[in-house]
């Protein structure tokens, strides 16, 4: 038998079991001196971060925020003391654990106000075991990643599903969310997704398409095939809710308004996968068809072509990078032909400003303050056809990182990736901030060094309309890049 205990004293979120028959005590997962939200909140104290947050008129919180350590589920039921490991119920309980710290953090800067009155939601917060209600400003989006599938989404779902939404509208600006019905089903969507926001400026529109890329990136088939490709998730949605999820992203995608002589529209998809993945190889689901049923296919890709959605927001790789793709290229998939030497390397890879053609260069010592330009169909010149897809990663926010890759797995041009490790699994972090306007849209990377105490930018990235690069030079570079 064995005495379960939990430590959520400094934001450490311990687990420890003690086996009574032995006396030997077992560290399950400890956030607190792994991994744990420490560098979130050295970054949220940091003053000029502090700024910046007061700034902005909206945040999105995207990607892994609570990591179950699913490994310990698929340890054999008997480790060397013979303690069993993998009740899942101890999981659950630390979700609940780590999802109320985390909000803890959220409220700190503003993103969340907790009341300890608690009727709307069944969690308990802090060390007394006692019920709060939680309230996620409306200008404040979660998208969460795929390790939300590693115990039970439906646990988390409730977590999420907790959240009240409180108003903080911007009285220059108007906002409208629409959530294509996910909402009433508790078996679809526990992020509430695909949600379809459209802010509305006198002279343009911002559009984002929000989406759990998860529940599409295994459907490439019948339901077999949809089970043997989530045979690795501990959690898994039904395949009958995952179908219908994927019709409602299908009917979002077509949401996205055209723009006009006069009129800018940005269109900008939000997800944990990006399509283009320089670590590990593109996410397939994305340049594939997704099964929507019989004879009903959706080709993600396609649709975002035919839309002009110029930017994506995407996390997943544990490090900050730009990618760029011109939407005149027909997809073709490099891994199989591309070898990439695995050398643990950090620092950062860079091309040029303005070169879309040639690999990065790879620096041990980052530069800062770069700034890139990146062009964008211009709408009023009939002239050009072709149009642009940049691709911004911000894995960078806490998670220890992925060594750097030149890109070659990838379609993809890498124009830029940083991942600075300070010493053996110390790491600075960082975020990135978006301002748009009519014109364009400028893409600011930014990195907290010193244990807090100094942010650095480290690269800004313009988009906005103007000359395309030169579509042949991208084409050959692209075809030939792993010869390079």
């Known amino acids: 038998m064995l005495n379960e205990h939990y430590d959520i004293s400094n934001l450490g979120c311990k687990i420890t079991l003690k086996d009574r028959a032995t006396n030997q005590t077992i560290s399950v997962t400890d956030l607190e001196q792994k991994e744990g939200l420490e560098h ?6 940091n003053q000029q971060v502090i700024k910046l947050l007061n700034e902005a008129n909206g945040f999105v919180l995207l990607g892994d925020m609570i990591y179950p350590e699913q490994k310990f589920l698929t340890k054999s039921k008997k480790d060397d003391v013979g303690v069993t490991l993998d009740y899942m119920d101890k999981w659950k309980q630390r979700l609940e654990c780590g999802w109320n710290l985390f909000y803890k953090s959220l409220q700190s800067i503003g993103m969340l106000k907790i009341t300890n009155s608690g009727n709307n939601s069944n969690l308990r917060f802090g060390n007394d075991n006692q019920k709060s209600n939680f309230y996620l400003y409306d200008n404040a989006e979660l998208l969460a990643g795929n390790h939300s599938f590693d115990v039970d989404v439906y646990d988390e779902e409730k977590y999420i599903k907790a959240l009240s939404s409180f108003s903080k509208q911007n009285p220059y ?24 926001i459209t802010i509305t400026y006198p002279e343009f529109k911002i559009q984002f398409l929000d989406f759990d890329s998860h529940l599409i990136a295994c459907l490439r088939g019948d339901a077999v095939a949809y089970k043997e490709c989530n045979k690795w998730n501990p959690s898994v949605i ?53 099964k929507l049923g019989p004879g009903k296919n959706l080709s993600v890709f396609e649709v975002m072509k035919a839309k002009k959605v110029n930017l994506f927001l995407g996390s997943h790789i544990h490090n900050g990078q730009v990618v760029a793709y011109p939407y005149s290229r027909v997809y073709k998939n490099p891994v199989a032909s591309c070898v990439e030497p695995n050398v643990e390397r950090w620092g950062c890879f860079k091309v040029e400003p303005n070169v879309f053609s040639k690999n990065p260069v790879y620096q041990s010592v980052c530069e800062n303050n770069l700034i890139y330009n990146l062009p964008v ?53 960082g975020f990135s901030y978006y301002r748009f306007s009519k014109y364009q849209v400028e893409a ?17 990235f313009v988009v906005k309309e103007g000359k395309l690069p030169d579509i042949k030079s991208m084409e050959n570079f692209m075809n030939n890049k792993c010869k390079q």
């Open 444 to 460: 600011e990377f930014y990195e907290v060094a010193d244990e807090g105490r100094v942010l650095n930018k480290a690269a800004t």
């Open 377 to 429: 169909k211009d709408r009023t010149d009939p002239s050009q056809v072709n149009d642009m897809l940049y691709i911004f990663i911000t894995g960078n926010s806490g998670r220890i990182y992925d060594s750097l890759r030149e890109g070659k797995k990838s379609d993809g041009i890498l124009m830029w990736s940083r991942a600075t490790q300070i010493a053996p699994k110390k790491y600075n972090y």
């Open 238 to 290: 039904p395949y009958n809710d995952a179908v219908e999820y994927g019709k409602r992203f299908a009917e979002a995608l077509e949401k996205f308004e055209p723009d006009s002589e006069s009129y800018k529209v940005w269109r900008v998809m939000r997800a944990h996968h990006p399509p283009l993945n320089t670590e590990d190889g593109d996410a397939m689901f994305y340049f594939t068809p997704v």
């Open 40 to 45: 979130f909140n050295t970054m949220q104290k």
């Open 173 to 196: 600006i108007s906002m409208d969310k629409e959530t294509f019905g996910a909402a009433a089903q508790k078996s679809l969507v526990f992020t509430y997704t695909p949600k379809f």
